[in-house]
């Protein structure tokens, strides 16, 4: 039988000022996982998978802001398969590393950033091995820790934030309702909305080119026409 082993990931994005508009649907996965019921594993009931932050804040801040700010799906469903996993994070490009010298480029000019040197590891804010990973993904150069859980083959899980202090989106997130009005302050120089990007299928020789994903103005989307490239 196999069993999904659950990163904490993180998130990256750009700040904008205007309020973001999530689709109805959207709002209706948040609800969903505001009240998720035992966990049998279906979307109605997915499984609830428990992440201590306390010591990886910052990658579990990420996450959560890809969630609340780009509408990044927070219900996902498990397909197994170590060829699967890796084929999806080769098409959403985690596979690529992106935030190693050389820095992927970006549709535009400039590269990618991080906002910590040794955050290096490119990770899926949704999970590689979900039907919902893949390419169009939020990719977040993370540090090395990370926590983890399980799930069968075919069933839906989402995940549960604990030891969120100093993981304001988070702690947004686990409120019943979930509370969207944090993405619209700064939380400082190193605040996840800031360093959100997606790896486009444009090139620059035989680059790929990445986008920044900026808040406001970008949402999640696995469909590449409705990113607003040039």
């Known amino acids: 039988m196999q069993f999904l082993t659950l990163a904490v990931l993180a998130a990256l994005s750009s700040q904008f000022t205007s309020v973001l508009s999530l689709p109805v649907s ?38 959560c802001a890809a969630i609340l700010c780009f509408g990044a799906p ?9 060829a699967s996993c890796t084929a999806q994070r080769t098409a959403g490009g985690a596979g690529s590393s992106p935030f190693k010298a050389p820095l992927a480029k970006l549709v535009g000019g400039g590269t990618v950033t991080t906002p910590n040197p040794s955050w290096v590891s490119p990770e899926d804010t949704t999970n590689a091995c979900a039907a919902e990973g893949g390419f169009g993904v939020l990719i977040s150069p993370v540090d090395a820790a990370r926590n ?23 702690a947004a997130l ?46 999640y989307s696995t469909d590449e026409t409705k990113w607003g490239l040039p």
């Open 74 to 82: 927070s219900v996902m469903k498990y397909s197994a398969g170590k």
């Open 148 to 170: 983890s859980g399980s799930v069968q083959d075919g069933q839906y899980f989402t995940k549960s934030y604990t030891g969120t202090a100093s993981a304001p989106y988070c």
């Open 174 to 219: 686990m409120k019943k309702p979930a509370d969207q009005s944090v993405c619209k302050a700064s939380q400082g120089t190193t605040d996840p909305k800031d360093f959100m990007f997606r790896r486009t299928t444009q090139k620059q020789g035989n680059s790929i080119l990445w986008q920044k994903v900026v808040y406001g103005k970008h949402t």
């Open 26 to 63: 959207e709002f209706s996965e948040l609800e969903q996982r505001d009240n998720p019921a035992p966990g049998a594993g279906t979307l109605a009931s997915p499984r609830v998978l428990t992440i201590d932050c306390t010591s990886v804040a910052e990658v579990c801040n990420a996450q």
